[in-house]
């Protein structure tokens, strides 16, 4: 019996030395605390490659930036009531007509990118009032949504434009962020460039081969479409051509105004870095030291 409890109490020791030692060779977990003034962290799960890839959201919807959740929402309100609206009133509205449904649509995307070709025109008093209605909601909608929500899609693109500038060379994504970071207005306004031109020839064919325009008619009646002149002697007639017509006046009016802006940016930037670079480059003289001196002592520094 003696000889049993010995055992015991010795296997019992190494058992708890045993464990000790294991706990004592485990790395001790660091407990980390934030500072109140440091930035919150951004932790993700780790690629193949190293990089530190998004968390996906299980909802489409939820994946979407806040700017296209507020465009989806204002323009679906806009299209919806317009719609409905003029095709309560559709026969007093004159001109080519195709569909009834899609005629209010169409008539309401015309009439809020203020294009007004003239091909559907109100003849009504009502019609005449809703119209202008529409056209003073369609100009704010644009101006205070949609061109945040293109700004935006134009700056997803500069990734892409400057990983096409080094396709043949390694580049790092820390490089990549940099360089767009430092010419970010330059290449907003190449991505605007493309995506415009891109826009002026598909609306140049699309006009050429469904409406049967040839090609100065089709070409013409683009440039009047995106700068929303609408002089109406050409215009999209037929149902292909007007559901063509919802999508891509909405992209073209909006492309050619952000194209523009980018370009102003880009004068002001280049204005800016030409005067950091004069005053760097300029020869300090006595009168900029005299005025340097503040406190009228002889000293500056």
């Not at 409890?5 to 000790?20: E, K, M, R, V």
């Not at 909802?59 to 930036?65: D, E, Q, V």
């Not at 005053?279 to 005025?291: F, G, I, M, Q």
């Amino acid at each position: 019996m003696a000889c049993n409890g010995a055992n015991q109490s010795l296997l019992s020791g190494l058992a708890t030395s045993t464990t000790q030692k294991s706990n004592g060779d485990a790395p001790q977990r660091r407990r980390l605390r934030r500072v109140r003034s440091a930035p919150l962290a951004e932790f993700g799960p780790t690629g193949i490659n190293g990089d530190t890839a998004l968390l996906r959201s299980e909802s489409i919807f939820g994946r979407l930036h806040p700017s296209f959740k507020k465009v989806a929402i204002f323009l679906s309100v806009y299209l919806g009531l317009g719609t409905k609206c003029f095709y309560i009133i559709r026969n007093q509205i004159k001109g080519d007509k195709t569909n009834g449904i899609l005629d209010a649509v169409y008539f309401s995307v015309v009439t809020m990118t203020t294009v007004g070709y003239g091909d559907l025109v109100p003849n009504s008093d009502l019609a005449k009032l809703l119209a202008c209605v529409f056209v003073f909601t369609g100009i704010a909608l644009i101006g205070l949504v949609l061109t945040k929500a293109a700004d935006y899609l134009v700056e997803k693109q500069e990734t892409l434009l400057v990983k096409a500038l080094h396709m043949h060379q390694k580049v790092g994504q820390l490089e990549i962020l940099k360089e767009t970071e430092n010419n970010r207005v330059k290449f907003k306004f190449y991505t605007a460039l493309i995506l415009l031109v891109v826009l002026i020839l598909a609306g140049t064919i699309f006009l050429s081969k469904v409406e049967n325009l040839d090609l100065v008619d089709a070409f013409y009646c683009v440039c009047s479409t995106i700068t929303t002149l609408g002089y109406g002697d050409k215009s999209f007639s037929t149902e292909g051509g007007r559901i063509f017509a919802i999508f891509w006046i909405l992209a073209g009016t909006i492309c050619l105004a952000q194209f523009f802006l980018y370009i102003a940016e880009l004068n002001t930037e280049n204005r800016q870095k030409a005067l950091v670079k004069w005053v760097l480059s300029r020869r300090t003289t006595n009168v900029d030291l005299e005025a340097a001196d503040l406190d009228n002592d002889g000293v500056v520094g």
